[in-house]
């Protein structure tokens, strides 16, 4: 059985109530069962956290063990440079996520720190954006 451990970084946690036009309104909890639905054959993990060295002790403990990591780093994926260490760090493959297209807004999101140590980047599919990252590891 595959196991891939997804991890959500600040402002995550309110999906449903953050920004509803941008985000949607599913809660990623409610989101997370239909993913497991989905992937039998997976053990799907869930983390989320708004504090930056938090999620690199995350990256850290599943980072030689796990088949795949879905990293959706939020506002960290435009400023850590450690987030990106970490993942050069570990083993596991990461793919970054992110739920809208941010080349469609702001400038400052158009930059990310960690692309370039990620095995690839899926963004402005919705939620579905994790669902391809799952995929991206069968």
Same mark, same amino acid.
């Given at each position: 059985?595959?196991?891939?451990?997804?991890?959500?970084?600040?402002?995550?946690?309110?999906?449903?109530?953050?920004?509803?036009?941008?985000?949607?309104?599913?809660?990623?909890?409610?989101?997370?069962?239909?993913?497991?639905?989905?992937?039998?054959?997976?053990?799907?993990?869930?983390?989320?956290?708004? $504090? !930056?060295?938090? *999620?690199? &002790?995350?990256?850290?403990?599943?980072? +030689?063990?796990?088949?795949?990591?879905?990293?959706? /780093?939020?506002?960290?994926?435009?400023?850590?440079?450690?987030?990106?260490?970490?993942?050069?760090?570990?083993?596991?493959?990461? $793919? !970054?996520?992110? *739920?809208? &297209?941010?080349?469609?807004?702001?400038? +400052?999101?158009?930059?990310?720190?960690?692309?370039? /140590?990620?095995?690839?980047?899926?963004?402005?599919?919705?939620?579905?954006?994790?669902?391809?990252?799952?995929?991206?590891?069968?």
């Amino acid at each position: 059985m595959k196991k891939i451990q997804i991890i959500n970084g600040p402002n995550l946690n309110l999906l449903g109530k953050r920004e509803p036009t941008v985000y949607g309104n599913a809660s990623f909890e409610d989101y997370l069962s239909e993913l497991r639905a989905r992937f039998p054959q997976c053990e799907i993990s869930y983390y989320q956290s708004n $504090v !930056e060295g938090e *999620i690199i &002790n995350k990256i850290h403990e599943v980072g +030689f063990e796990y088949d795949g990591i879905v990293l959706n /780093a939020g506002a960290y994926t435009h400023t850590s440079i450690a987030l990106h260490d970490a993942i050069k760090a570990v083993t596991t493959p990461v $793919v !970054e996520v992110h *739920i809208s &297209n941010v080349h469609a807004r702001e400038s +400052f999101r158009h930059v990310s720190m960690i692309s370039a /140590a990620c095995r690839g980047v899926i963004l402005g599919f919705g939620l579905d954006s994790y669902r391809l990252a799952i995929e991206s590891f069968m």
